[in-house]
């Protein structure tokens, strides 16, 4: 069968699974910039060990703040975030080699237990690029 043409609706990353093992299952197709290494996006994502739920900050009044490329959060989805433009919601399922590793993580304040090489769900969306969007507001200009 032939290949889709360009252009068809398919996202560029729809359902693929990364060299990585990340896979990769699109939700929501956003249409905004995609965040330069080092530059802070605002995010908001719920993940999973099995049934259980380690983080959710779909509901919070602020999402969740971090710099691309830093580390500050696991492997899998700091491979992931440079791919993602403003308002793309994708399910990530991340191996236990780049989510908490053999250690795991101990149970902690309000923090569930997670396994040693458990396998990690993250709901993740990129919700704004506050840099790119002041350069948006000087660009329009604000009078």
């Not at 996202?11 to 249409?31: H, N, Q, R």
């Not at 965040?35 to 009044?61: H, Y």
């Not at 250690?103 to 840099?131: H, Q, T, W, Y």
């Amino acid at each position: 069968s032939p290949a889709p043409a360009a252009g068809a609706s398919l996202p560029a990353f729809a359902d693929e699974t990364l060299p990585s093992g990340v896979s990769i299952k699109v939700t929501t197709e956003g249409k905004g910039p995609k965040p330069d290494r080092g530059e802070l996006a605002a995010i908001r994502f719920a993940s999973f060990s099995g049934e259980t739920k380690i983080d959710d900050v779909f509901g919070t009044p602020e999402p969740y703040y971090t710099r691309v490329g830093s580390g500050g959060l696991i492997k899998g989805v700091e491979e992931v975030l440079p791919m993602m433009r403003v308002g793309d919601r994708w399910v990530l399922t991340i191996p236990g080699n780049l989510a908490f590793g053999p250690k795991g993580r101990p149970a902690s304040a309000g923090k569930p237990r997670i396994p040693a090489n458990a396998e990690i769900v993250f709901d993740v969306e990129m919700v704004g690029l506050p840099g790119k969007e002041q350069e948006l507001i000087e660009l329009i200009g604000d009078d």
